[in-house]
C-alpha cells in the first residue's frame, strides 16, 4: 500500500505541476519579449560565470595574514571591462573592411554587375532545362521581375515587407542588446544570494536532491552555451579565411553571417555556407571558372562544417546536453516549428533539461541515492541561480 500511496501521490504532483506549467505558459505569452530577454542574459551569464569564478578564487597575497581576493562585484566588473576591450580591439580592426564591404554591395555598379552574371548563369540553366522538356524562363524573370506570376509577386511583396520588419527589429534589438548585459551583470552578481535563499526554502529532504539538479543544469546551460559560442566563432573565423583565400571580396561579412548562423545548432553553419556560393558564382575569383571556385569553396564549408559537428560538436556541447545528434535534430525542427529561429536557439539546452529533471524525479521517487548524470566530468564551478 505505501507503494501504491506513493505512485498516487507522484501522479498528483505530476499532474500537479503539469497545470502549474501551462498555467506559466499561456501567461509568458503575454510578456514573451520580457520572458525571452531575461532567458537570453541567462544564457550568457552561464557563458561568463565560470571566467567571474576563475578570477574570484585568484588570491594577490595577504593582508594582515588574510588572503586577499576579489569579491564577487569586482570578478563581474573586470569581465565585462575585458569584454568591452574586446569588442572595442574587434570593431577597430575589422570596422575598415566591413565598411568597405557594405559599400560596395550598395555601389549600383557592383550590384548591376551582379544582375547581369545571374541573367547570364540563369539563362545557361534555362537552356539546360529546356533540354528535358520543361520551358521556363528563369532569366526573364530578373531581367524584367513584372512579368513574374501574381503568386509569386505576392511572396516577393511578404518577403519585402518582412526585411522592413526585420530590419526594424534589428534596429531595436541593438538598443535591447544593453539591457540584457544589464540584466547579465545583475544576475552573476546575485545568483549565489539568489540560489542560497531558493535552496533555504526547501525540506531539509530535498535539499541535497536539489543541489545535485542545480549542477547538472549548470553544466548543460553553461556547456551548451560555452560550446555553442566557440564553434561559432571557430567557424565563422575558418569561413572568412577561406573566402578570401579563394578571392571573394565580402569574405568579413560573410564570416560574421556564418558566426551568427552557426549559432544554430548542426544546421545552421551550412545557412552561413550559402551566400558563399552564391557570390563565388557571381564574383571575380582567384579561380579561372567561377563553378569552379563555387565548387571549391562548397567543399572547404562541408570539410568545417562536418569536422565541426562531428570533432567539436561533440567534446564541446554534445557532452553538456547528453543528446544524441538524432534527438538534437529532432528538437530543433520542433523548435523551430514552435517558435522559429527562437525555439531552434532553445530546443536543445531545454530539452536536455527536462530530460534531466525527469532522471533526478525518478530517482527520488524510488529513493535511489542521487548523483550526476554524468558524473564522471568534473563540473564547471558556478554560482548560478538554477530555480
Not at 166 to 192: C, H
Not at 271 to 289: D, E, K, M, N
Not at 343 to 348: E, N, P, Y
Request: aromatic share 10%; net charge positive.
Amino acid at each position: 500500500m505505501e507503494k501504491w500511496t506513493r505512485l498516487l501521490v507522484f501522479l498528483a504532483t505530476w499532474l500537479s505541476m503539469i497545470a502549474l506549467i501551462a498555467v506559466l505558459v499561456r501567461l509568458t505569452f503575454y510578456i514573451q519579449h520580457t520572458v525571452l530577454l531575461f532567458a537570453l542574459s541567462t544564457l550568457l551569464a552561464y557563458a561568463l560565470d565560470p571566467v567571474v569564478e576563475f578570477l574570484r578564487r585568484v588570491k594577490f597575497g595577504k593582508y594582515r595574514g588574510a588572503d586577499v581576493a576579489l569579491s564577487r562585484s569586482g570578478s563581474v566588473a573586470i569581465v565585462f571591462i575585458l569584454l568591452v576591450a574586446v569588442v572595442i580591439f574587434a570593431v577597430l580592426a575589422l570596422s575598415r573592411p566591413a565598411i568597405h564591404q557594405v559599400r560596395l554591395i550598395g555601389d549600383p555598379r557592383v550590384q548591376a554587375q551582379y544582375r547581369h552574371e545571374a541573367v547570364r548563369l540563369l539563362g545557361e540553366g534555362d537552356r539546360q532545362l529546356a533540354l528535358f522538356g520543361v520551358h521556363h524562363s528563369v532569366s526573364d524573370y530578373v531581367k524584367n521581375p513584372s512579368t513574374l506570376p501574381p503568386s509569386i509577386r505576392s511572396v516577393e511583396s511578404d518577403v519585402e515587407r518582412s526585411t522592413v520588419v526585420f530590419l526594424g527589429a534589428l534596429a531595436m534589438s541593438l538598443g535591447e542588446t544593453v539591457i540584457v548585459l544589464l540584466i547579465t551583470v545583475y544576475l552573476l552578481i546575485y545568483s549565489a544570494e539568489m540560489k542560497r535563499k531558493f535552496n533555504a526554502l526547501l525540506p531539509a529532504s530535498l535539499l541535497s536532491h536539489a543541489e545535485v539538479w542545480e549542477e547538472d543544469v549548470n553544466r548543460i546551460l553553461g556547456g551548451f552555451v560555452r560550446g555553442q559560442l566557440t564553434i561559432s566563432i571557430l567557424l565563422g573565423f575558418a569561413a572568412a579565411v577561406a573566402c578570401a583565400a579563394v578571392g571573394i571580396r565580402f569574405w568579413l561579412l560573410i564570416g560574421l553571417f556564418v558566426v551568427g548562423a552557426s549559432l544554430i545548432p548542426v544546421f545552421g553553419p551550412y545557412i552561413g555556407a550559402a551566400p558563399a556560393v552564391i557570390l563565388a558564382l557571381l564574383t571575380p575569383t582567384h579561380f579561372a571558372s567561377r563553378l569552379v571556385a563555387a565548387v571549391v569553396l562548397l567543399l572547404v564549408f562541408v570539410t568545417i562544417n562536418e569536422a565541426a559537428s562531428k570533432v567539436l560538436y561533440p567534446r564541446l556541447v554534445g557532452r553538456a546536453i547528453g543528446l544524441h545528434e538524432v534527438l538534437v535534430l529532432f528538437v530543433l525542427f520542433a523548435g523551430l516549428e514552435i517558435d522559429g529561429v527562437v525555439g531552434v536557439l532553445f530546443a536543445a539546452p531545454f530539452t536536455a533539461i527536462a530530460l534531466a529533471t525527469v532522471v533526478h524525479l525518478y530517482r527520488f521517487w524510488l529513493n535511489l541515492p542521487d548523483s550526476l548524470i554524468f558524473s564522471h566530468e568534473k563540473p564547471l564551478p558556478t554560482e548560478l541561480n538554477t530555480s
